[in-house]
């Protein structure tokens, strides 16, 4: 496959999707890459999994949120529809204006959408749609994308940009059914690197229901580890808190670079 710089991860929602985003975003740090990790899941808590802290992620303002910006950049105030804007709005500022750091992983939240469902033409989208694409096309940094179970945030354009396309697959029939459907969704604008990641696995029983029903080839899975709880009740870095999931998610970066 060469060298990796862009995956996006996604998966129905609780799957853990975040935490996989997290571990991912810090061992390619400990790989002397430059991250960015981006939190494009709407009821994602991405900056807190990866350790950032609270007074840091206070100062994140959601891009879709940015209505003086969306504003100044597309021509039309966001909910508007109906109007006239652009749909290629200056954004290469964005990353380095709106994001924060912390231990070498640069951290950007896109926001939520909230009129008009994922196929809505309004500003706001359009923003969003730019954002993602320059993010994928034109910057250098290994991008770690953290995203609902869909591919509302990429296009065609994009497609080809994308290394990997993890999707985070729970034991449980519900979980493969949404992997179905975003392997669906990703191979109908372009994205054939498609590859499931087990978590919640307590034994061998589970991880062979998710290799026998994932619609995608598998590189690993996580285990059921109460730390990743206490971690999320502490409010710590799961990097720091969870090593035998850190290791797990280490090896599933192995099986990734060893890609053809």
Known sequence: ?????????????GVGKTTLS??????????????????????????????????????VTPVAEMDDLIYERTG???????????LNPRVDDIPDRFSIAHRGIRFLRLGDIESGGSGCICPESAMLKALVTHLLLYRDEMLILDMEAGVEHLGRATARAVDAFLVVIEPGRRSIATARQVRKLAADIGIHRVYAVGNKVRNESDWEFIKEGSPVPTLGYLSVNPELTEA???????????????AEVRAIVEALEALD
């Open 76 to 86: 039309a105030k966001p909910g508007s529809y109906g109007a006239f804007f652009s």
């Open 22 to 59: 997290a571990i991912l975003a810090h061992l390619y740090v400990e790989r002397g890459r430059d991250v960015i990790a981006i939190d494009a899941d709407p009821a994602g808590g991405l900056a807190e999994a990866l350790g950032f802290p609270p007074e840091l992620v206070a100062q």
């Open 232 to 246: 999320d009740m502490r409010g710590a870095s799961i990097f720091d808190a969870a090593p035998k999931t850190v």
């Open 1 to 13: 496959m060469g060298k990796l710089n862009k995956i996006a991860v996604s998966g129905k929602g």
